[in-house]
């Protein structure tokens, strides 16, 4: 009795399994390049059965919605007086899904200054099992921190934008990254650079410091099974800071008794922020 297996030539057979363990199988390529299987059973007695688990792995770049159709027959010795069911075929259904997931994090931590320069770090990876279709990154930035420039490390065909929150009454800015496909495994590390309002602290603010709240958030067209990791959110103290300068003289530098002199005294706001209650 011999056994063959037409499998989808999307597929690669990773493991044949027999039970019970008789005669043997091997796999060759097809004519149009699909893998076929043919187990050589030998006699299989009146009643007996014998079970063959063909296991396959379906790539992880095999599109949405593909049909893998999978076409099995077996022949023997003996005259057959039914051949109808000599033969079968199972179709299966391709869904492509993709973990994809983010991290972030902010330099200088924990606090940035008003007037001053900070960098946001987004990790953005694919978890699998599938290839993960039209990766997109959004970053709305909070008020008063505004992008000078946003980039992708190490790649070159990638598309970031700096512009205005849709329907934003404060000016926010929207950073967004279209990183395309992503294989399983594939990483992407986005830096993005800010300049930090220097009057993002009011002046009457007793605290010195504000603080703010940025999200960033990962999608893609392949369906993600786990939702919890598309968001990363850092919270971050903005505080006034402002190195103060003071430089005093005296003029004449000599002077002699019952005479005037005058001293000079100059206050310089180095920043970043402005400097109040001075």
């Not at 030998?42 to 379906?58: L, M, P, S």
């Amino acid at each position: 009795m011999v056994v063959t297996d037409n499998l989808p030539k999307e597929v690669e057979v990773t493991r044949i399994r027999k039970e019970p363990d008789q005669g043997a199988c091997s796999t060759v390529q097809g004519a149009q390049g699909q893998q076929v299987v043919t187990c050589n059973l030998g006699t299989v007695a009146e009643g007996d059965k014998v079970r063959i688990d063909i296991y396959a792995r379906v790539p992880s770049d095999v599109p949405h919605g593909t049909i893998l159709w999978n076409e099995a027959w077996v022949t023997g010795d003996a005259v057959e007086p039914d051949n109808d069911d000599n033969r079968t075929r199972a179709r299966t259904d391709v869904i492509a899904v993709a973990d994809v997931g983010i991290t972030k994090a902010d330099d200088p931590d924990p606090a940035f200054a008003a007037g001053g320069e900070a960098t946001y770090t987004l990790n953005v990876m694919n978890h699998g099992p599938s290839v993960s279709r039209d990766v997109v990154v959004v970053d709305d930035l909070p008020t008063g921190i505004d992008g000078t420039s946003v980039d992708v490390i190490g790649v070159t065909d990638e598309r970031c934008s700096i512009g205005p929150v849709p329907g934003s009454s404060t000016g926010r800015e929207r950073v967004t990254c279209e990183l395309g496909d992503l294989e399983v495994g594939d990483r992407r590390t986005i830096l993005v650079r800010v300049k930090v309002a220097e009057d993002i602290v009011p002046a009457n603010d007793a605290n010195q410091c504000v603080g703010t709240r940025n999200a960033a958030k990962v999608s893609a067209a392949t369906k993600d099974p786990d939702d919890d990791n598309n968001e990363a959110v850092e919270s971050q103290d903005v505080c006034a800071t402002a190195d103060l300068k003071l430089t005093k003289t005296s003029e004449p530098e000599k002077v002699n008794a019952g005479e005037q002199k005058r001293y000079h005294i100059e206050v310089e706001n180095l920043g970043p922020a402005d400097a109040t209650g001075v």
